[in-house]
Nanobody, 126 residues
Framework: EVQLVESGGGLVQPGGSLTLSCAAS????????IGWFRQAPGKEREVVAC????????LYADSVKGRFTISRDNAKNTVNLQMDFLKPEDTAVYYC???????????????????WGEGTQVTVSS
């Protein structure tokens, strides 16, 4: 059974930084994608960044390019999301999920991801 646990959220001022961590267990396949998504109240879950388990390829939403960095630590089975220059519009619950089909255009859509974590709240406010 795959389990994902997000951590690292909190309250930060605009322009500040946070690092989110997604701890994964139970992953038996070597071909999957890990995605960070976020969901603000009243909005759909949207992609933030994704990483390929095979070669570390990454993908970012246009809204976070140049500010966020996704990385993996295979030894610890974690995927981190470094968030810099945070803006109020980054406020949301952040989730990580596993896409069992591996890397492809489908990774940008929440549908198809499995084993979501419970999420961690990020609030950017002065």
């Amino acid at each position: 059974e795959v389990q994902l646990v997000e951590s690292g959220g909190g309250l930060v001022q605009p322009g500040g930084s946070l690092t989110l961590s997604c701890a994964a267990s139970g992953l038996s396949s070597r071909n999957y994608a890990i995605g960070w998504f976020r969901q603000a109240p009243g909005k759909e879950r949207e992609v933030v960044a994704c990483i390929n388990s095979r070669d570390g390829s990454t993908l970012y939403a246009d809204s976070v390019k140049g500010r966020f960095t996704i990385s993996r630590d295979n030894a610890k089975n974690t995927v981190n999301l470094q968030m810099d220059f945070l803006k109020p519009e980054d406020t949301a619950v952040y989730y990580c999920g596993v896409h069992p089909r591996g890397w492809g255009p489908w990774i940008q859509v929440a549908y198809g991801y499995e084993d979501w974590g419970e999420g961690t709240q990020v609030t950017v406010s002065s």
